[in-house]
């Protein structure tokens, strides 16, 4: 039975070590993850679904500094929510449109959308023998998780990863206490309002023309947004990767 989410106000010296080791410990997790892919894809699938949670909850850490005393329950509620954590981390593509998407050669569409009813069960399909009614019999991991399935994960979560690793590397680059307070906003806001990429660029352009600080801000993070651009196009082209064996579209 889940716990009831918690009201504890956490400081933001303590938010800002926790924003760093969740970056860090999804960005392990799906370079971990990489590899497997040959020899254990089943590992790989759960890892990278690991990965992407990892990076969903920086992003509700990130968010929480505009957080006041009694607005808590919405940061810890989505704590315990594997599947919330899951999909949040998809919102860092509104900082960073930049994606990474598999098609098949029939045109089938993989774009970290999961092909089970939920996708935190793509990790019990990774690690458990599970018992098929259909088929009346338990089945293992590498069984029950195909290739397509497993890259569409990993690839999803690294490229997620990569963003919140850049944008961590902004934040820090200077001014941190100040960046984090003013960044804040604009992760808040995406967690919370429905907006679209089309919404971003003046958002952004508002945020940057609040003063220089802003701006510097701004800067740093377009510069460090440009590096992960040039990181995946570097990759797809490497003639012994296997992003460069499939199918993508940026």
Same mark, same amino acid.
């Given at each position: 039975m889940k716990r =009831? *989410? &918690? &009201?504890? &106000? !956490? *400081? /933001?010296? !303590?938010?800002? =070590?926790?924003?760093? /080791? @969740?970056? @860090?410990n999804g960005f392990s997790l799906v370079m971990s993850a990489m590899t497997l892919l040959n020899d254990f894809p089943q590992i790989a699938l759960g890892l990278s679904q690991l990965a992407q949670e990892e990076i969903g909850k920086s992003l509700s850490i990130l968010a929480a500094f505009q957080l006041k005393e009694g607005d808590w329950k919405w940061f810890w509620s989505a704590w315990l929510d594997h599947n919330k954590k899951s999909h949040r981390a998809f919102l860092y593509e509104l900082i960073s449109p930049h994606r990474i998407e598999m098609r098949s050669q029939a045109g089938e569409r993989f774009a970290g959308f999961s092909k089970r009813a939920a996708m935190p069960q793509e990790k019990e399909a990774a690690f458990y023998v599970n018992y098929d009614e259909t088929q009346q019999t338990f089945i293992l991991p590498e069984e029950n998780v195909s290739n397509v399935e497993m890259l569409n994960r990993t690839m999803t979560a690294s490229y997620l990863a990569q963003k919140a690793f850049f944008i961590h590397s902004a934040l820090e680059m200077s001014d941190a206490e100040f960046r984090y307070d003013a960044f804040s906003e604009i992760a808040l806001r995406v967690c919370t309002e429905d907006l679209y990429q089309q919404d971003m660029p003046a958002i952004l352009e508002e945020f940057r023309l609040r003063s220089e600080r802003h701006s510097a801000l701004i800067g740093d993070m377009a510069h460090e947004i440009g590096k992960e651009q040039d990181f995946w196009t570097e990759m797809i082209a490497r003639p012994d990767s296997c992003l460069s064996k499939k199918e993508t579209t940026s």
């Open positions: =009831k *989410p &918690q &009201q504890t &106000q !956490i *400081p /933001k010296a !303590i938010l800002r =070590k926790g924003y760093e /080791k @969740s970056v @860090s």
